[in-house]
């Protein structure tokens, strides 16, 4: 949602019984415009609220969120849900699949993770696929070999770009932000999908439900 919402959502969603919730800051990034391109004010500042739930809970309290704070309407903010499974270690391959043939989510979150300053050209590959937008947030590597003259631990800045697309258009956004972005090549970046069970206020201000 747009900067400075975040603690209204997050108390909220407390009162409908969410236990508590983590905030990041980043930025979203609008449709394209030659004119706020130039002016560098192609991009708007948000925060992103991530709350663990039941999945019992998870889908009423979207609804209820989703109402309250009008995310029907354009530029209100989106709420989407991913699942999380937490495999026993006894599980067979089996229980895994039937598992999996249940869960047939239309939407995908896609995550890319590369070094600061890459995200506009991540977006501009998902764009050209077919993305509307995104948005990024800023975190660090770690783990970075430290043989240099200081004994100082290095870690890199990073910019992760979340985007959410349609199932179809996965494939096709993925395979061009790997090429552009050239995360075949060792320490360039880091790509993946996630399933969404549920969203509210993409795009044509529509619902979709896995």
Same mark, same amino acid.
Request: glycine content about 8%; charged content about 30%.
């Given at each position: ?77 989106? *709420? ?8 026993? %270690?006894?599980?067979?391959? +089996?229980? &895994?699949?039937? #598992? ?70 996965? *494939? ?8 552009? %972005?050239?995360?075949?090549? +060792?320490? &360039?970046?880091? #790509? ?19």
């Amino acid at each position: 949602m747009n900067r400075g919402k975040a603690n209204e959502v997050l108390n909220k969603a407390k009162e409908c019984g969410a236990t508590g919730g983590t905030i990041f800051l980043g930025k979203g990034t609008m449709q394209s415009n030659k004119l706020l391109d130039i002016l560098g004010l192609n991009e708007a500042q948000k925060e992103i609220l991530m709350i663990a739930t039941t999945e019992e809970m998870c889908s009423d309290l979207q609804d209820k969120l989703s109402e309250h704070f009008l995310f029907s309407k354009k530029n209100k903010g989106i *709420a989407f849900s991913i699942p999380f499974v937490r495999w026993k %270690l006894k599980t067979n391959e +089996e229980e &895994k699949r039937e #598992i999996r043939r249940e869960f047939n989510p239309s939407h995908f979150c896609i995550m890319t993770i590369v070094d600061k300053g890459k995200s506009k050209d991540c977006i501009k590959a998902a764009k050209a696929a077919g993305a509307r937008g995104g948005t990024i947030m800023h975190g660090h590597g770690a783990g970075v070999p430290t043989d240099y003259y200081f004994p100082l631990i290095i870690e890199p800045q990073k910019d992760i770009v979340m985007i959410l697309t349609a199932k179809d258009n996965v *494939a096709a956004i993925k395979d061009r932000i790997i090429a552009d %972005l050239e995360l075949y090549k +060792e320490g &360039k970046g880091v #790509i993946f999908a996630l399933p969404v069970s549920k969203i509210s206020g993409l795009i044509e201000n529509k619902e979709v439900r896995a």
